[in-house]
């Protein structure tokens, strides 16, 4: 089955500056990667996703990288603000196939202000 | 966007008893439904896949006796914890797939449920 490896567990970064989040998949037929944003007890909300066919894409302050031969994905936020402290999870999925999403181990992402 | 609905949000038991989650879509027909169990600070971990009108298929490891999946309509899937114990006290969290076709991918979460046996 798939596995997912996500890094770093914690991240602090200083308000304004950039964070990213790194993950590597480990099956080939995985072809959806979003995503989440967990806050403390509540639950996930997608943020961004990436299929394969595509190896960037950004929405705002937000962008996702996608390296299908490596097998890796990353997270970008860029401008970062105090709302943005938060668990991320990535995740990956075979879309029209199992289509079990497999999440990461998540990253607690600390804004410092 | 959809909304998924699950209740109750927060429930304590006393062990040997069982417990019942309810997991609704609002606005939408979900065929499909997903449970999911979350440990603090840590992953969520896909427990049983819930199909409308079958039986839920378990995910390796997860007790289809202990944890029993119902997904009688379009628009409803239940989990019941049965002879709950302290060591299943934890975060349980559904998810809803959009359609049957042209799925974006994107799911959709409840907002959960925190179950505490004591």
């Known amino acids: 089955g798939e596995n997912v490896e996500q890094h770093p567990s914690t991240l602090s970064v200083q308000e304004g500056d950039s964070a990213v989040i790194k993950c590597t998949y480990s099956?080939?037929?995985?072809?959806?990667f979003p995503w989440y944003k967990q806050e403390l007890g509540k639950r996930p909300q997608l943020i961004i996703d990436?299929?394969?066919?595509?190896g960037e894409k950004k929405d705002q302050r937000i962008a996702v990288t996608l390296n299908k031969t490596a097998k890796h994905f990353s997270l970008h936020i860029t401008e970062t603000q105090p709302e943005d402290s938060a668990v991320y999870f990535c995740?990956?999925?075979?879309?029209?196939?199992?289509?079990?999403?497999?999440f990461g181990t998540g990253t607690r992402l600390t804004i410092i202000p | 966007g959809a909304v998924v609905s699950q209740h109750p949000s927060w429930v304590i038991c006393k062990s040997g008893t069982s417990v019942k989650i309810e997991c609704r879509s609002l606005d939408f027909q979900a065929t499909t439904m997903f449970w999911y169990r979350q440990f603090p600070k840590q992953s969520l971990m896909l427990m049983a896949t819930s199909n409308e009108g079958s039986k839920a298929t378990y995910e390796q490891g997860v007790e289809k006796d202990k944890f029993l999946i119902n997904h009688a309509s379009l628009t409803l899937s239940t989990l019941t914890v049965t002879s709950a114990h302290p060591e299943d006290s934890s975060f349980y969290i559904c998810s809803a797939k959009l359609g049957t076709s042209g799925f974006t991918g994107e799911l959709f979460f409840g907002e959960g449920s925190r179950l505490t046996v004591l």
């Open positions: 995740a990956a999925q075979e879309l029209f196939g199992n289509e079990k999403l497999t």
């Open positions: 099956d080939s037929a995985s072809n959806y």
């Open positions: 990436i299929r394969s066919n595509v």
